[in-house]
């Protein structure tokens, strides 16, 4: 499969997932797979290929070296721009589970996330 076809792939995988993710309340995902004639074999497959591509993407990210500060050995952050990527697999359609909000940041995240980032999510929230 070349890349272009992979990629057009990509975008209706998420889009069905997306959809599937909307689904209505009650509704199990078999049930929907079932409703809207889509292998589950497949539609989790994409599924699995999807997340990894967003973890790797995350890994990345959090693998980049922190700058320390001068004083006390502080790590400073900075942001850093991935230009028209988006580390989003459906952003038109997100809506948080749960936010937190302090002072110096925001982090709205659903409620499939994985414990690990999760707890990262929490750490940094707490040192912010």
Known sequence: MDKSTHEIRLAQWKQI???????????????????????????????RKIRRGIYERIECSTALPSTSAQKNNAVSFAEISFGNQSMEPFPSSFQPTAVIKTAKATVAMSDNISDRLLDRILQEVNHA
């Open 17 to 47: 997932i997306e959809q599937c993710q909307r689904r209505p309340e009650g509704q199990s995902a078999k049930q929907w797979l079932e409703e809207n004639r889509i292998n589950d074999k497949s539609y989790y497959y994409w599924q």
